[in-house]
């Protein structure tokens, strides 16, 4: 079934960005991490045997054809729901939070492969759907039910984080689709009743005190308003050119907190500066951009749905990472796709360029 | 192909990636905006703030410069102290911490929280010393529970010691911690909160020199607070040491000489006005200060009616009582009003206008010349010239003597005393002088008050014939290594004008207090060397034939001023008693101690001689 169309179609620009972005992710993971104890295996090399596992992954995705999953999308949504709600029921307590659950052999994240599966549920959904004026309230019922049990699940969790975005990439594609202002505005009106519930009876106290750290820092400069701080110290004293290579003293004194993985970037802005910054901003808002544009080169509405899905799960990531690095988000535990430490990040991140290339390279099949 | 291309929704998908591809780059720009701010405009301030993470300071206490006598010996000095100090920000658990220390040290829980507060303005990991002066048991028992007070640092640092006890507190000082006031005066503009500064005595006055430049080490550490490396390092000086002009062993038997009896002594060089010994009764123990205060113990300084917290010699302000006499005879022999050969009758009391002013001695002296006059002290003789001089031309003649006005010795706060004119009168009171009170000031009554230094000075003055030397306790400033930064050497004032048969006369009448039957002053004197002198008696209230024990604060004062050798001058001393009663019996033997001491010191009298028997004719003396 391989045909040879595929490989000269194959999409190397962004497998090329993707591998320039992971790579400048190592060098930062071997600095933010030099100052740790030894360890047997060290922190950028596991990240690399991450990358490739991810890319195996990846290339997995791509080498089958995405419409398959046109078949399997319900059926995947089925099945994450059905481990988050078990997750919830016989999950792992970890730090105050249940998010793993043990299957057999080895443990999952059931929240992490919802980002994936609702990106295909709704582009399922949509991609049967006429939509001549935008959603109305009426059409928009049935997909926020499909967005709204996964979300609420993740948030019971709780992973706050991870619930919002579900609920951004979602969104993102319902904008996509075209929702009509009126439907809009009922909804926002809807949300301010709901917000203001869900501030007063879902969000625990942990998670209430970031959001006031976030708009003030200074309240407890040593606990829970420490990160930002740091953060913003970390980056903004790297000034034009940063400190260098492994001389960031944020860093390296480990005065930033989770430095390899939530706050990887805060260590990079540090050594490199705001040219450092511009470089990787640039590599990454490319990087969306590029997603959007398989959406909007592909030729069927299922594929396009996909690609603004991923395209909208990669830019989410990275806007919500880097606002909280600098200060502009409060502290929510998403990580920066291919650049912070950690396997089940990559493993997201990769399978959606998997999918995106897999879209790319079969744009001229019909 | 260009066919399939509208399979996207309703045709606008395209349009809405575009959208979205806009919505995309403004996230970013507004991602890159914040970064250009963070990076680019307010770099330097979070800069700053990532150098004060890592970088700490650790100040290094300079010693403080020694202060020493004029032979070189130690009067004050220096030993290591070890103190307890928190860094707020690396504590973990205050509360724990208090009552750890609070227990390990034996300290109230609210006194330590009170320092804790207190630094609360500090800057950033600023040690905040919570108790110092701890002991030797104590600190070991901290550094083997170190894991249990994280944030605590033991320090060394230098504090005073005093070798010799109590011995010259006042002159010497104390340290304490700054104030909140005296940082923010000028005088103190490079100090921290908790440093220490002399807070009286030569401790004060020459802190300037005494006081080291404060050293630092500026520390990189890491998140935890644990020391990496040191970035820099700036020494500490060691300031300066104050050798003073006072002499060591002769500031002890001035001290000793009083027992318990509250007064001051000062003994001056005659020919430069070197400050030989400058003692003021009861002492404290200046040692106290600078710690923790037993409040048992600052209560019994409060309380005790001999005010041991006074520096008596400085700024006690005595009337002179008959040791004014000196002066008053001065201004009449100028005056011409009187010459040796004047003779007056005293029948024991002199009748002017309405009143009566009565001679101490009720019996009356008869026919009394000046020598008699000084000799015997008779009043009668002085109320008449004072009458005959007025008011304005003794106290002309006591400026001469630097009567009147602070010395400038080199001590703060230094008092100036009274000598009263009828414009000096007007001004205070808006009164006219009366007549009568000129007569009260010729026998230093009255108005008139003298602090010790002055009486010892003028002695001085009188002794070497005129010359005004500025009296002075501090012969040199000499550097860490020995190196004379600054010298004092002898520095004349000024000159008395007065002539020299004057003087001539006054001090053949001085010899005769001391010398010659019926002399008042005759416990002062030494067999081997010839001394002279004047007593005097100073009334504290007046009391009118009152019967029985008279109470301690109401009694007169007992005065003594004097020289030695009778034929070429080396020292002048004023000797007073707050209380004593007498000056010949009270005051005077402690002039004569110390004189004897100030000879035997310079080889004149042997040491161990016998004292010599000089009661004989002087049992009964008594003076006004």
């Excluded at chain 1, 993707?18 to 060290?42: C, E, H, K, Q, W």
């Excluded at chain 1, 929510?332 to 897999?358: A, D, E, K, Q, R």
């Excluded at chain 2, 008596?312 to 008959?322: D, E």
């Excluded at chain 2, 001085?510 to 001394?531: D, F, I, M, Q, Y």
């Amino acid at each position: 079934m391989f045909d040879r169309r595929l490989f000269t179609n194959f999409d190397w620009t962004l497998l090329a960005l993707v591998l320039l972005i992971t790579g400048f992710g190592v060098v930062n993971i071997y600095s933010a991490t030099s100052s740790y104890r030894d360890m047997a295996t060290p922190y950028f090399l596991k990240q690399i045997y991450w990358i490739v596992a991810g890319l195996v992954l990846c290339l997995t995705v791509c080498s089958l054809d995405y419409h398959m999953l046109e078949d399997f999308a319900y059926w995947l949504y089925g099945a994450v729901l059905l481990l988050l709600v078990l997750v919830l029921v016989a999950g792992k307590t970890s730090m105050g939070a249940t998010r793993w659950i043990h299957l057999g052999f080895f443990s999952i994240q059931p929240s992490e492969p919802m980002k994936i599966v609702i990106i295909m549920t709704f582009a399922r959904f949509f991609s049967r759907y006429p939509t001549f004026k935008g959603l109305t309230l009426k059409d928009l019922a049935y997909p926020l039910l499909l967005l709204g049990a996964p979300a609420l699940l993740i948030m019971k969790q709780p992973d706050l984080g991870t619930a919002i975005l579900v609920v951004l990439i979602a969104g993102t594609m319902l904008l996509f689709v075209g929702v009509r202002w009126s439907s809009l505005a009922s909804l926002f009106a809807a949300a301010i009743p709901i917000l203001y519930c869900g501030w007063r009876f879902a969000l625990h106290d942990y998670q209430k005190n970031r959001i006031y750290n976030f708009l003030n820092p200074d309240l407890d400069p040593q606990g829970s308003g420490y990160h930002i701080i740091q953060s913003k110290i970390a980056v903004g004293s790297g000034a034009t050119f940063g400190k260098g290579f492994l001389h960031g003293t944020q860093s390296q004194l480990r005065f930033l907190p989770e430095q390899h993985t939530d706050f990887a970037f805060s260590v990079f802005g540090e050594e490199w500066g705001f040219v450092g910054c511009f470089v990787m901003l640039t590599l990454y808002l490319f990087l969306v951009l590029w997603g959007l544009g398989i959406a909007k080169r592909c030729n069927d509405r299922f594929g396009s749905l996909l690609a603004v899905g991923v395209s909208a799960m990669l830019f989410w990531h990275i806007v919500i990472n880097m606002g909280m690095v600098i200060g502009l988000f409060p502290v929510v535990g998403v990580p920066l796709p291919f650049f912070s430490y950690g396997g089940t990040s990559m493993v997201t991140s990769m399978v959606g360029v998997g999918i995106l290339l897999n879209i790319s390279m079969r744009r001229f099949m019909f | 192909m260009k066919l399939q291309q509208n399979i996207l929704p309703e045709g606008d998908g395209g349009r809405r990636i575009i959208w979205l591809s806009i919505g995309a780059f403004v996230m970013f720009f507004l991602l890159l905006s914040r970064l250009w701010y963070l990076q680019v405009v307010d770099t330097d301030n979070l800069l700053d703030q990532s150098e004060s993470n890592r970088l700490r300071f650790v100040p290094v206490a300079a010693p403080r410069g020694a202060i020493l006598d004029r032979n070189g010996k130690v009067l004050v000095s220096n030993t290591p102290s070890f103190s307890v100090a928190v860094i707020p920000q690396d504590v973990k658990n205050k509360e724990q911490l208090i009552d750890n220390l609070a227990r390990y040290l034996n300290l109230d829980r609210k006194e330590i929280e009170d320092k804790w507060n207190k630094g609360q303005g500090r800057a950033k990991y600023y040690p905040l010393v919570i108790a110092s002066g701890i002991s030797r048991d104590q600190m070991e028992f901290l550094e083997e529970n170190r894991l249990a007070l994280s944030g605590v640092n033991i320090e060394m640092k230098p504090v005073r010691a005093y070798p010799n006890a109590q011995l010259a507190s006042h002159l010497l000082g104390y340290l304490a911690e700054i104030s909140e006031e005296e940082l923010g005066a000028e005088r103190y503009k490079d100090y921290n909160a908790g440093d220490y500064t002399g807070k009286s005595g030569i401790e004060r006055s020459w802190e300037s020199f005494l006081h080291g430049t404060d050293g630092g080490r500026q520390i990189e550490v890491d998140a935890r607070g644990r020391f990496l490396r040191t970035v820099e390092e700036t020494g500490s000086s060691v300031g300066n040491s104050v050798v003073l002009t006072i002499d060591l062993e002769l500031q002890k038997v001035a001290e000793q000489a009083f027992g318990d009896k509250a007064g001051a002594a000062v003994a001056i060089d005659v020919n430069s006005g070197e400050v030989l010994a400058f003692a003021s009764n009861p002492g404290f123990d200046p040692a106290l200060f600078t710690g923790r205060m037993p409040p048992d113990k600052w209560k019994e300084y409060l309380e005790d009616k001999r005010h041991p917290l006074e520096n008596k010699a400085l700024k006690g302000m005595y009337p002179p009582g008959s040791t004014f006499k000196i002066i008053t005879a001065i201004a009449g022999l100028e005056a011409g009003l009187i010459d040796p050969h004047t003779t007056i009758d005293c029948p024991g009391y002199y009748k002017f206008g309405n009143s009566t002013f009565k001679c101490w001695d009720k019996k009356g002296h008869g026919q009394v010349d000046l020598k008699k006059a000084l000799r015997e002290s008779c009043d009668v003789y002085f109320y008449k010239l004072a009458e005959r001089l007025g008011v304005d031309r003794i106290a002309a003649c006591a400026k001469r003597f630097g009567l009147g006005a602070p010395l400038g010795i080199g001590l703060e706060n230094e008092k100036g005393g009274i000598i009263p004119t009828q414009e000096w009168k007007l001004k205070r009171f808006g009164k006219k002088w009366f007549q009568g009170e000129t007569l009260s000031v010729g026998i230093g009554q009255g108005y008139v008050l003298t602090t010790p230094v002055q009486l010892a000075s003028m002695m001085a003055t009188v002794a070497n014939e005129g010359i005004v030397y500025q009296p002075h306790l501090v012969k040199r400033i000499v550097d860490s290594e020995g190196k004379v930064l600054k010298e004092f050497p002898p520095q004349v004032t000024g000159r008395s004008g007065i002539k020299p048969e004057t003087y001539r006369l006054v001090k053949e009448g001085l010899l005769a207090v001391v010398n010659e039957p019926h002399g008042t002053g005759s416990t002062a004197r030494l067999s081997e060397v010839k001394v002279a002198g004047k007593t005097g008696t100073s009334q504290v209230v007046k009391l009118r034939d009152s019967k029985g024990e008279v109470p301690y604060q109401f009694r007169d004062h007992a005065l003594f001023v004097g020289f030695a050798p009778y034929d070429k001058p080396e020292i002048a001393v004023a000797v007073i008693i707050e209380h004593g009663e007498h000056g010949g019996s009270a005051a005077a033997p402690i002039a004569g101690k110390l004189l004897k001491a100030y000879f035997e010191g310079k080889g004149v009298i042997r040491k161990p001689v016998p004292k010599p028997a000089s009661t004989s004719d002087s049992e009964e003396t008594i003076d006004n």
